[in-house]
T-cell receptor, first 111, second 113 residues
């Protein structure tokens, strides 16, 4: 099993550009999450989804959007990238009662 | 919102020493999790705690879920070089009908051989 796969691993964006961070899991998990990790800090929840077609805001949703059209995919969209969005982004998934499985992250720099 | 205070922020120890780190909060959590993060990787689960007072071991790692449900500690015995990394505590809580994780700031462990 691949687990949680994130692409790309690295990206540099110019201010005002947009991009989509991809996240795919092959474990048939209903719950999926997007976190951001700033240097020297823990992870903060951006958006989450409890199943296909259902998404909700986390702690720091501003500047981001998500969609969940399938169980497997949970892309994170950045519109009008800002320097404050420079961070490492992690996607995670879990079953209803199981532990979280994290992807290896996307390191994003906005210049 | 819920916040976790993790300490210490960093530790510099000699190989073979024992390590102890903890997390505290003013909020109650129904699950405590401890993760390790290696450079360039996502967090990997070390130990999960589901009941207040629970003491769980995983090899050289031992963690406890505090009786008040507001704190947890992680001990690593006889540290080895591969223990180097950042350790995060995370508390799971039901918010707006969904289980969510709240993370501590991390403890960076450095080991001198």
């Amino acid at each position: 099993n691949a687990g949680v796969t994130q692409t790309p691993k690295f990206r540099i964006l110019k201010i005002g550009q947009s991009m989509t961070l991809q996240c795919t899991q092959d474990m048939n998990h209903n719950y999926m999450y997007w976190y951001r990790q700033d240097p020297g800090m823990g992870l903060k929840l951006i958006y989450y989804s409890v199943g296909a077609g259902i998404t909700d805001k986390g702690e720091v949703p501003n500047g981001y959007n998500v969609s969940r059209s399938t169980t497997e995919d949970f892309p994170l969209r950045l519109e009008l990238a800002a320097p404050s969005q420079t961070s490492v982004y992690f996607c995670a998934s879990r079953t209803r009662v199981g532990g979280y499985t994290f992807g290896s992250g996307t390191r994003l720099t906005v210049v | 919102g819920q916040q976790l205070n993790q300490s210490p922020q960093s530790m510099f120890i000699q190989e073979g020493e024992d390590v102890s780190m903890n997390c505290t909060s003013s909020s109650i959590f129904n699950t405590w999790l401890w993760y390790k993060q290696d450079p360039g990787e996502g967090p990997v689960l070390l130990i999960a705690l589901y009941k207040a007072g629970e003491l769980t071991s995983n090899g050289r790692l031992t963690a406890q879920f505090g009786i008040t449900r507001k704190d947890s500690f992680l001990n690593i015995s006889a540290s080895i070089p591969s223990d180097v990394g950042i350790y995060f505590c995370a508390g799971q809580v039901l918010i707006q009908g969904a289980q969510k994780l709240v993370f501590g700031q991390g403890t960076r462990l450095t080991i001198n051989p």
